[in-house]
């Protein structure tokens, strides 16, 4: 059975940093890519950031590109998103998702992790 399981995040200030983790079990965890996905209170979801398996390259949305760092751990099945520079808009739910093999279709999704930025 996959399991995601983040954790990290909290209450933060503007400015501040943060590192959220994402624990990871029930599949081949090199081997897959995998994304963090972001939810803002009554929005819809936002991809944050991709983490290619192979390569272990990376793409981010513009909007935490230059603030934001996604990184894996293969030895540990751990995903990061090492967050910078947070502002207000960065307040969310942060899910870890796992795609399908060899596909931009997310099959797994973590229970989540709040994230608050606020003064």
């Known amino acids: 059975e996959v399991q995601l399981v983040e954790s990290g995040g909290g209450l933060v200030q503007p400015g501040g940093s943060l590192r959220v983790s994402c624990a990871a079990s029930?599949?081949?965890?090199?081997?897959?890519?995998l994304s963090w996905v972001r939810q803002a209170p009554g929005k819809g979801l936002e991809w944050v950031s991709r983490?290619?398996?192979?390569?272990?390259?990376?793409t981010y949305t513009d909007r935490v590109k230059g603030r934001f760092t996604i990184s894996r751990d293969n030895a540990k099945n751990t995903l990061y998103l090492q967050m910078n520079s947070l502002k207000p808009e960065d307040t969310a739910v942060y899910y870890c998702?796992?795609?399908?093999?060899?596909?931009?279709?997310?099959?797994?999704w973590g229970q989540g992790t709040q994230v608050t930025v606020s003064s």
């Open positions: 029930g599949f081949i965890f090199s081997s897959y890519d």
């Open positions: 983490i290619n398996s192979g390569s272990g390259s990376t």
């Open positions: 998702a796992k795609y399908m093999y060899g596909t931009n279709w997310v099959d797994d």
